[in-house]
Every structure is written in structure tokens, then in C-alpha cells.
T-cell receptor, first 114, second 115 residues
Framework: GAGVSQTPSNKVTEKGKYVELRCDPI?????LYWYRQSLGQGPEFLIY????????DSGLPNDRFFAVRPEGSVSTLKIQRTERGDSAVYLC????????????FGEGSRLTVL | AQSVTQLDSQVPVFEEAPVELRCNYS??????LFWYVQYPNQGLQLLLK??????LVKGINGFEAEFNKSQTSFHLRKPSVHISDTAEYFC?????????????FGQGTTLQVKP
């Protein structure tokens, strides 16, 4: 596609449930990023992939959060045993060549945990 | 630790007036600085970036920013705003000393352009 695509755009779930959020980056972009944006805050880094491997997952808040990118393209962010504090907009971004500096963001997946 | 502070949460301004959105950062290493804009119901979009070289950086839609190392600032300016500039603006610094795409964002400034 022309841009970064994220699905679902909205997800409402109950506390304790499992959630998957999907990101389809710009074709050919090797680097993929997940950020989380809470209400009234700027985005917060979670994890980034270079190809299939997680190059840095230091932003994941705890072991309930996990992300994969098995074929170096689409990525899935997985959240186990969701808590109300997980409610936020989850942003995905991709980047092409190194040192260009520009991240291309999707519109985000808004997660609401009741 | 690195951090970014956007000094104004909201900036109301009349159309065709100049505007400055303030951003200060703290870092003990070399920095790469960015301004992103988020229009309603859209993803974040890069306005401009400072990686090296000239401290005055020009971006899209008539925006510019000046990197001031001594004051650790990267303020965003536009000489004449339009209604269409109404959006949320985020200043960001690259985490660490390299440009890996791991960014630390400020809390954002809402620019409200009034007719």
C-alpha cells in the first residue's frame, strides 16, 4: 500500500483478555517501530525491528507485551491479560534507508480496556 | 537521561499571524531533532528535521526551526499561519547518539488557528 496500515483502527476489550494489533508497513521498509500514545501525551517508544529481528525492545512495559515480525514485513503487537492502563493509541511506523531520519506513521489502533 | 519539553500545551493564534512553538531538550550526547505534526484523524507526519549542518532548518508547509545548542532549544516557527495549520505538533529527539528512529517525544502543542 501507499502508507502504513494498522488494523483494527479501534478495539474495545475487557480486562484480562488477549489482544493483537497488526501493522503493515510501507513496502520495502526494513525498519518497523511500535509506539504507544496515551491521552494528552506524546508517543512513547515500545520496540523496533530491523528486518525480522527485534533490534531494541527496551520500551516494552512488561512481559505481557510482545511483538513479532516473522517475515520482515507485517508486524503484530500482542498484549496478554490486558489491564485498564493499557488503554491508549498504539502507533506503528516504518522507515526506509538508514539515516534518512523520517518515520512514516500509521493512523494508529485505539485500544480501550474496560 | 534525554528528555523533551514543549513549553506550551496550547497556542491560540489568529490566521495570518506569526507563530512560534517552543521546544527544549536535554541530552548529554549529540542530538538529532524532529518536529512532527498530527492533523485530526491522521497519522503523525514529519515537518522537518535537524541531523547536522545548518542550524536553520526549513520544512514543509512554510515551517522552519532553529537548532540552538547553547540554549538546547529547537523552536518551530511560521511567519503566517493558515486555518489548515490547526493540529497537534510534537517535538522529538533521537534516543542515544545515533539516528536509529527511536524517538523521545514531547507532550505536544495544540495549535489553534482562528479566523
Amino acid at each position: 500500500g501507499a502508507g502504513v496500515s494498522q488494523t483494527p483502527s479501534n478495539k474495545v476489550t475487557e480486562k484480562g483478555k488477549y489482544v493483537e494489533l497488526r501493522c503493515d508497513p510501507i513496502s520495502g521498509h526494513t525498519a518497523l517501530y511500535w509506539y504507544r500514545q496515551s491521552l494528552g501525551q506524546g508517543p512513547e517508544f515500545l520496540i523496533y525491528f530491523q528486518g525480522t529481528g527485534a533490534a531494541d525492545d527496551s520500551g516494552l512495559p512488561n512481559d505481557r507485551f510482545f511483538a513479532v515480525r516473522p517475515e520482515g514485513s507485517v508486524s503484530t503487537l500482542k498484549i496478554q491479560r490486558t489491564e485498564r492502563g493499557d488503554s491508549a493509541v498504539y502507533l506503528c511506523a516504518s522507515r526506509g534507508g538508514a539515516n534518512t531520519g523520517e518515520l512514516f506513521f500509521g493512523e494508529g489502533s485505539r485500544l480501550t480496556v474496560l | 537521561a534525554q528528555s523533551v519539553t514543549q513549553l506550551d500545551s496550547q497556542v491560540p493564534v489568529f490566521e495570518e499571524a506569526p507563530v512560534e512553538l517552543r521546544c527544549n531538550y536535554s541530552s548529554s550526547v549529540s542530538v538529532y531533532l524532529f518536529w512532527y505534526v498530527q492533523y485530526p484523524n491522521q497519522g503523525l507526519q514529519l515537518l522537518l528535521k535537524y541531523l547536522s549542518g545548518s542550524t536553520l532548518v526549513k520544512g514543509i508547509n512554510g515551517f522552519e526551526a532553529e537548532f540552538n545548542k547553547s540554549q538546547t532549544s529547537f523552536h518551530l516557527r511560521k511567519p503566517s499561519v493558515h486555518i489548515s495549520d490547526t493540529a497537534e505538533y510534537f517535538c522529538a529527539v533521537s534516543r542515544g547518539s545515533s539516528n536509529t528512529g527511536k524517538l523521545i517525544f514531547g507532550q505536544g502543542t495544540t495549535l489553534q488557528v482562528k479566523p
